[in-house]
């Protein structure tokens, strides 16, 4: 009994491997939702408009170093 769901999920992998080289896949996924009354609609949106617009702010992570770990000025000219 123990080698039966080991075939099955072998065949079921064959199967969806098969119809997804094929395309048909996902058509045959929507026939199955249909089917059972879990279909829905696929978005058919492009962009979505974005509500407003909040710039980048620029993050300077070197205050979370060591003092002995921060670039120094003259660090910073000579490389």
Known sequence: ???AWF???????V???YKDHNGTLEESLNNFEKSIGLYTEVDTTD?????????PTPVDSTF????????????????
Do not use: R, W
Request: proline letters at 11%.
């Open 15 to 17: 199967v969806i491997l």
């Open 1 to 3: 009994m123990n080698l």
């Open 64 to 79: 979370i170093l060591p003092p002995h770990l921060q670039k120094t000025k003259a660090d910073s000219s000579s490389g």
């Open 47 to 55: 962009t979505e408009e974005v509500p407003y617009y909040i710039p």
């Open 7 to 13: 075939y099955f999920h072998c065949v079921l992998a």
